[in-house]
């Protein structure tokens, strides 16, 4: 009887086990299934990102006043702009995205989801149009001035009158939440230098008022600050400052991998006390075009409010932007790495090489000079 009940004991164990085996089976499963749904679910999503087609293949669109991302959606994936609705609603939920212009636009069927989304809410027509302004980044207001004039019917006076219109400038810092008051410091050459997002825009005429090429150019602006909105009203900078700050790291950085390193030297000068001595603002202060020679010894220790190479510049911003920054260069401002930097120096071809001592960096200077890599 006891081998009879130790036996059916066993057998009830045995049993267990193997429903135990399965079931951990069958968990294992799931997961893996889990996995390579999730796998395969981020490769879709990756994939429906991208453009339908060519640059060649344009195709023009109207968005109602009023349209929601899921009638937006479907104006687009009928016109065969975006693989997937459902891709782009979930790319607007990720990235929070708000708000859309309506209006008419000729996009190309080779936009990703992203340009897309910007086009839309910047209200950016873009139209195959001979009235296309290009505006390269890290350029300065002259330069602004003389794309308008050569593509416009407006002159490059025209350009300059406006920007010494009180009355416009007054409804500008109305307007715009990061325009303040500090564009109108008596010592500032150009008012709107820094705030005029370069990029590509398209216009309907020849004629178009700059007044609407600038509200465009500053609409744009405004898209491109507005996520970091919360964190710039937390910093101890102004918007102002901020975008001077990004205008000088835009012309002292070549590539994008260096602009956060030359953003965290000058913040550890201003930290210190130190001057951000830097060469573009000396170019910028005595209107001399970078890089067209080497600076003198009169102009470095001149003093103007730009020149962060002059005397009583230590610790100080320069009195306003120097160019126009990218996208990149602002970010770079508003969060900069965390080094212990104080130098930079740049080669012939813009390689940046960091220091944290002085010795350290003129040992670089002479390095680069033996090497004949210097700019000039």
């Known amino acids: 009887m006891e081998e009879e009940i130790e036996s059916k004991r066993k057998s009830k164990h045995s049993s267990d086990e193997k429903k135990g085996n399965i079931f951990v ?4 499963c799931l997961i893996m299934f889990v996995i390579i749904v999730a796998i395969f679910g981020i490769i879709w999503y990756n994939t429906s990102l991208s453009g339908t087609g060519t640059s060649d293949e344009k195709v023009e669109i109207d968005i109602p006043l009023g349209s929601n991302s899921s009638t937006i959606a479907e104006i687009l994936k009928e016109n065969d702009l975006i693989k997937s609705s459902l891709t782009f609603k979930i790319y607007v939920k990720m990235n929070n995205v708000t708000t859309f212009q309506a209006g008419s636009y000729t996009l190309t069927k080779d936009m990703n989801v992203e340009t897309i989304v910007e086009s839309l809410q910047s209200g950016i027509v873009f139209k195959d149009t001979s009235y296309n302004l ?60 820094g705030y005029l997002f370069p990029d590509t825009y398209s216009f309907d005429e020849k004629d178009v008022p700059v007044k609407e090429i600038f509200k465009t150019m500053l609409d744009k602006m405004k898209n491109v600050l507005e996520p970091y909105k919360t964190d710039i009203e937390k910093s101890s900078y102004t918007p102002h400052e901020l975008l001077t700050l990004a205008s000088i790291i835009e012309t002292e950085a070549i590539f994008d991998k260096d602009r956060k390193d030359v953003s965290s030297v000058f913040y550890n000068r201003l930290s210190v006390d130190m001057s951000l001595g830097s ?36 610790g100080k911003l320069p009195v306003g932007p ?3 920054p990218s996208k990149a260069s602002i970010e770079a401002a508003i969060y900069p790495n965390d080094t212990d930097n104080l130098f930079f120096v740049a080669d012939k071809e813009g390689n940046i090489y960091f220091t944290k001592t002085n010795e350290e960096h003129q040992a670089k200077v002479n390095e680069i000079k033996a090497n004949n890599d210097w700019i000039f």
């Open 25 to 28: 089976k069958i968990i294992i």
């Open 279 to 314: 060469d573009v603002t000396t170019y910028y202060a005595f209107k001399i075009e970078l890089g067209t020679r080497d600076l003198n010894k009169d102009e470095i220790n001149t003093y103007n409010p730009y020149n962060t190479r002059g005397p009583n510049m230590n």
């Open 322 to 324: 120097v160019s126009n």
């Open 134 to 193: 290009t505006f390269v980044e890290g350029k300065t207001m002259p330069y602004i001035a003389k794309v308008i004039a050569e593509n416009t019917d407006n002159t490059e006076q025209d350009v300059y009158d406006l920007l010494k219109d009180e009355e416009y400038l007054d409804s500008l810092i109305d307007e715009y939440w990061f325009i303040t008051d500090e564009i109108k410091k008596a010592d500032i050459y150009y008012p709107l230098e």
